[in-house]
């Protein structure tokens, strides 16, 4: 037998009355809560989740990982949720080559430390000798030739205590990352970060060596690279031979929000395949898919779930299907697209013009109920203002801020009155440096959704399909957490009315079918009750 709950007006009167009832509810509701997805779709999304280039397509790469897990959890979710999806804003987008590229490389064994203790940068920033200590005896039970003075040129050249010095501290001390080699497997590559490059035709695979390096931050190195080299001698031209080019480099997306601004003495590059590219960003954001049902009234899927569905598609292990798409404006292919920079800032300003339906948009927002919730997953920092116009990720935070704040406090009237919302972002951040970390954190917190102070994070598959549980269950509980059901007051215009609200409570649904009955008195009784 079903439960009912009412919820019942007793009014008293001096005269006499009956009731009578219409057989007509007066409404029922359903808002299921909004969803905004904004997913970087910036170069650096070519990479896998430890930052080696890998390509779009490619079953590591942060995309399709990101995009499958995506479509899981949507699909899960179909019945609870309303959808849509965001992405960054892209101009000036062309096919290239992507290379895998790492930097400051050393061949030194003795640079290597695969497992460092937090003394290994203190000591690097500071010169404190107990962390040094604690430094070479941690790395030393995984390398027993490291030697935590074997520092790059760029750290000795700035002092201790002086901001690039710090900063270079963090960034590139000490190597953590060890690849093969393969003109020399006794002579690996020892470094702690790899980034894309972007060129032209295949480059192949190289070993550069900067012969007029200045480890003054800011200066453009120009490097010779030869097809081979062995040996674990860090001096120029030990072990450096086969064809040689020159080559010289700009700074992708990820250096800039990191605050690279060198490259190093030596790095090495090798080819993965094609590419989309752009190295520059119109500064704001691009809705894909506006937020709505993905189910319709009989339970089939919508033109909605079906477009949130195609744009995620991850075209995995299919190089040519990535790079199919002919439409001058890669904004629309049917599929979305990774190039360009980071612009956060004006990703979430078209966010928040969205849900305040400015700006040519329809708000989503449908009922003064209604929860609102974005999702943010990324890869990387900011690294361009609204303009375009790039800056470092400390710089441009304070902004990106700014803008989630506003989003927890719009003002919208529904029917005749102003309504206040909270939207809040959920940050979800993908195979990010421990640097990076520290900036979403900030993110997550003005959003409403950290974890003890934190983000989300994900450092491999694995981790992203456990985050994003957690971030949709999250959503669910916090949309679907009310009070008892209850009806508002409502002012009787005619004293000779009563309204009667029932629920009918539900395990499987979180909303409870309800109705709200107007009841025509006749004064022909006394009382009731």
Same mark, same amino acid.
């Given at each position: 037998?079903?439960?009912?709950?009412?919820?019942?007006?007793?009014?008293?009167?001096?005269?006499?009355?009956?009731?009578?009832?219409?057989?007509?509810?007066?409404?029922?509701?359903?808002?299921?809560?909004?969803?905004?997805?904004?997913?970087?779709?910036?170069?650096?999304?070519?990479?896998?989740?430890?930052?080696?280039?890998?390509?779009?397509?490619?079953?590591?790469?942060?995309?399709?990982?990101?995009?499958?897990?995506?479509?899981?959890?949507?699909?899960?979710?179909?019945?609870?949720?309303?959808?849509?999806?965001?992405?960054?804003?892209?101009?000036?987008?062309?096919?290239?080559?992507?290379?895998?590229?790492?930097?400051?490389?050393?061949?030194?064994?003795?640079?290597?430390?695969?497992?460092?203790?937090?003394?290994?940068?203190?000591?690097?920033?500071?010169?404190?000798?107990?962390?040094?200590?604690?430094?070479?005896?941690?790395?030393?039970?995984?390398?027993?030739?490291?030697?935590?003075?074997?520092?790059?040129?760029?750290?000795?050249?700035?002092?201790?205590?002086?901001?690039?010095?710090?900063?270079?501290?963090?960034?590139?001390?000490?190597?953590?990352?060890?690849?093969?080699?393969?003109?020399?497997?006794?002579?690996?590559?020892?470094?702690?970060?790899?980034?894309?490059?972007?060129?032209?035709?295949?480059?192949?695979?190289?070993?550069?060596?900067?012969?007029?390096?200045?480890?003054?931050?800011?200066?453009?190195?120009?490097?010779?690279?030869?097809?081979?080299?062995?040996?674990?001698?860090?001096?120029?031209?030990?072990?450096?031979?086969?064809?040689?080019?020159?080559?010289?480099?700009?700074?992708?997306?990820?250096?800039?929000?990191?605050?690279?601004?060198?490259?190093?003495?030596?790095?090495?590059?090798?080819?993965?395949?094609?590419?989309?590219?752009?190295?520059?960003?119109?500064?704001?954001?691009?809705?894909?898919? #506006?937020?709505? =049902?993905?189910?319709?009234?009989? !339970?089939?899927?919508? +033109?909605?779930?079906?477009? @949130?569905?195609? *744009?995620? $598609?991850?075209?995995?292990?299919?190089?040519?299907?990535?790079?199919?798409?002919?439409?001058?404006?890669?904004?629309?292919?049917?599929y979305i697209v990774n190039a360009g920079l980071t612009?956060?800032?004006?990703?979430?300003?078209?966010?928040?013009?969205?849900?305040?339906?400015?700006?040519?948009?329809?708000?989503?927002?449908?009922?003064?109920?209604?929860?609102?919730?974005?999702?943010?997953?990324?890869?990387?920092? #900011?690294?361009? =203002?609204?303009?375009?116009?790039? !800056?470092?990720?400390? +710089?441009?935070?304070?902004? @990106?801020?700014? *803008?989630? $704040?506003?989003?927890?406090?719009?003002?919208?009237?529904?029917?005749?009155?102003?309504?206040?919302?909270?939207?809040?972002?959920?940050?979800?951040?993908?195979?990010?440096?421990?640097?990076a970390k520290l900036q979403l954190d900030k993110m997550?917190?003005?959003?409403?959704?950290?974890?003890?102070?934190?983000?989300?994070?994900?450092?491999?598959?694995?981790?992203?399909?456990?985050?994003?549980?957690?971030?949709?269950?999250?959503?669910?509980?916090?949309?679907?957490?009310?009070?008892?059901?209850?009806?508002?007051?409502?002012?009787?215009?005619? *004293?000779?009315?009563?309204?009667?609200?029932?629920?009918?409570?539900?395990?499987?649904?979180?909303?409870w079918l309800g109705s709200l009955k107007a009841y025509?008195?006749?004064?022909?009784?006394?009382?009731?009750?």
């Amino acid at each position: 037998m079903k439960k009912y709950i009412l919820i019942l007006w007793v009014i008293l009167c001096s005269h006499p009355y009956s009731l009578f009832a219409g057989d007509a509810d007066l409404f029922t509701t359903q808002a299921n809560p909004n969803v905004l997805i904004i997913l970087d779709n910036s170069n650096s999304m070519d990479e896998d989740f430890y930052g080696n280039a890998v390509g779009s397509f490619s079953p590591q790469s942060k995309t399709v990982v990101g995009k499958k897990a995506l479509r899981n959890f949507i699909d899960s979710m179909k019945e609870k949720l309303r959808v849509g999806l965001m992405t960054y804003n892209l101009s000036g987008v062309y096919a290239q080559n992507i290379h895998n590229l790492q930097e400051f490389v050393s061949y030194e064994p003795k640079s290597y430390c695969p497992n460092p203790p937090p003394e290994c940068v203190k000591y690097a920033q500071t010169g404190d000798p107990g962390a040094k200590a604690a430094c070479e005896s941690a790395c030393r039970a995984d390398n027993a030739s490291f030697d935590a003075t074997y520092f790059d040129e760029i750290l000795n050249n700035y002092k201790i205590g002086e901001e690039p010095h710090t900063r270079y501290s963090n960034l590139i001390y000490p190597h953590t990352r060890r690849m093969d080699n393969p003109n020399d497997p006794s002579s690996p590559l020892y470094f702690k970060h790899a980034y894309p490059l972007y060129t032209g035709s295949n480059w192949g695979r190289y070993f550069c060596y900067a012969t007029g390096y200045s480890a003054n931050e800011g200066n453009t190195d120009s490097y010779t690279c030869w097809s081979s080299k062995t040996g674990t001698n860090d001096d120029y031209p030990s072990g450096y031979s086969g064809s040689s080019r020159g080559a010289s480099f700009v700074f992708t997306d990820s250096d800039i929000a990191l605050g690279y601004a060198d490259l190093g003495n030596r790095l090495a590059w090798y080819h993965v395949g094609l590419a989309w590219f752009s190295n520059s960003s119109p500064g704001n954001g691009y809705l894909q898919v #506006p937020a709505d =049902d993905l189910l319709d009234d009989e !339970g089939k899927k919508t +033109s909605t779930y079906n477009d @949130v569905w195609n *744009k995620l $598609d991850p075209k995995e292990n299919d190089e040519a299907g990535y790079m199919s798409c002919g439409a001058g404006d890669k904004n629309t292919c049917s599929y979305i697209v990774n190039a360009g920079l980071t612009p956060t800032a004006g990703t979430f300003q078209e966010a928040l013009n969205y849900f305040k339906g400015t700006a040519s948009y329809t708000s989503p927002i449908q009922a003064w109920c209604q929860k609102n919730f974005i999702i943010y997953v990324t890869d990387g920092l #900011p690294s361009v =203002d609204e303009s375009g116009i790039p !800056g470092t990720a400390e +710089s441009l935070m304070p902004t @990106v801020l700014g *803008k989630i $704040d506003t989003l927890r406090n719009i003002v919208k009237k529904m029917v005749g009155k102003d309504y206040n919302f909270d939207v809040k972002t959920y940050v979800l951040g993908v195979g990010l440096s421990d640097e990076a970390k520290l900036q979403l954190d900030k993110m997550a917190v003005h959003g409403g959704t950290d974890v003890g102070g934190h983000s989300y994070y994900a450092d491999n598959p694995t981790q992203l399909n456990d985050a994003l549980n957690r971030v949709f269950a999250s959503v669910v509980e916090s949309a679907y957490s009310f009070a008892s059901p209850t009806v508002p007051s409502v002012r009787m215009i005619e *004293k000779d009315i009563l309204y009667l609200s029932s629920f009918t409570p539900s395990d499987k649904n979180p909303f409870w079918l309800g109705s709200l009955k107007a009841y025509q008195l006749n004064p022909d009784v006394c009382h009731f009750g």
